[in-house]
């Protein structure tokens, strides 16, 4: 009898844990997958005020179509790049990124990694951040450089709530797009 009621109760914890696990599996993501996300970009005004590098361009994507809400920046900088080596490793990632655009604290989240961005395989960088924000929640803040020549294209994403894996995809997307591209084509002279 003692037996029995073991392996009926080794079963219906067996059970439970094959129903637990199928509906862990089947749950809808909180993001998504990669097939569920049609990310749509809207061009919005260069929101910071001028420097050096003048205004670059803007976009959006609401948190319906990426998941979580993403604003993305993307500027060129001429003549600023690593010429020899381009963007290869975190330090010079580091150096050419925008944070200056921002009051907020960047803290590293993990070394970067080679992405490739148009014609720039082997030649460009990402690399995830925590934004500090003195009155918000924490951001997650993605930078990645692109390296023509001796020019750098730094694009700068920004979401709440969601992981650096996650919006990645969805900004190199934009950053093949073919508005993107005739306009880093015109700025910097390809």
Same mark, same amino acid.
């Given at each position: 009898m003692k037996a029995r009621v073991a392996a009926t109760a080794a079963g219906a914890f067996a059970l439970g844990a094959l129903v637990a696990v199928s509906a862990f599996a089947m749950r809808p993501m909180w993001? *998504? $997958?990669?097939? &569920? +996300?049609?990310?749509?970009?809207t061009e919005e005004p260069w929101p910071f005020l001028r420097?050096?590098? =003048? %205004? *670059?361009? %803007?976009f959006h994507c609401k948190a319906a179509d990426c998941g979580s809400d993403v604003a993305v920046y993307v500027r060129a900088k001429v003549g600023f790049c690593n010429c020899t080596t381009g963007v290869a490793d975190d330090e010079e990632l580091d150096r050419i990124s925008d944070f200056a655009l921002f009051a907020d604290r960047f803290v590293p989240e993990r070394p970067g990694h080679e992405v490739?961005?148009?014609? $720039?395989? *082997?030649? &460009?960088?990402?690399? %995830?951040? &925590?934004? !500090?924000?003195?009155?918000?929640? @924490?951001? $997650?803040? #993605? &930078? +990645? =450089?692109?390296?023509?020549?001796?020019?750098?294209? /730094?694009?700068? %994403?920004?979401? *709440?709530?969601?992981s650096p894996e996650? +919006? !990645? @995809?969805?900004? +190199?997307?934009? #950053?093949?797009?073919? @508005? /993107? #591209?005739?306009w880093a084509e015109v700025t910097l002279g390809l």
């Open positions: 993001f *998504g $997958t990669a097939a &569920s +996300i049609r990310p749509a970009w420097d050096q590098w =003048g %205004a *670059g361009k %803007a490739s961005v148009a014609w $720039t395989k *082997g030649k &460009s960088r990402s690399r %995830a951040f &925590s934004m !500090e924000a003195s009155q918000q929640t @924490p951001q $997650t803040v #993605l &930078s +990645i =450089g692109i390296n023509d020549r001796c020019d750098a294209v /730094v694009a700068t %994403a920004v979401a *709440g709530g969601t996650a +919006i !990645e @995809p969805l900004v +190199i997307d934009l #950053l093949n797009s073919k @508005p /993107v #591209l005739r």
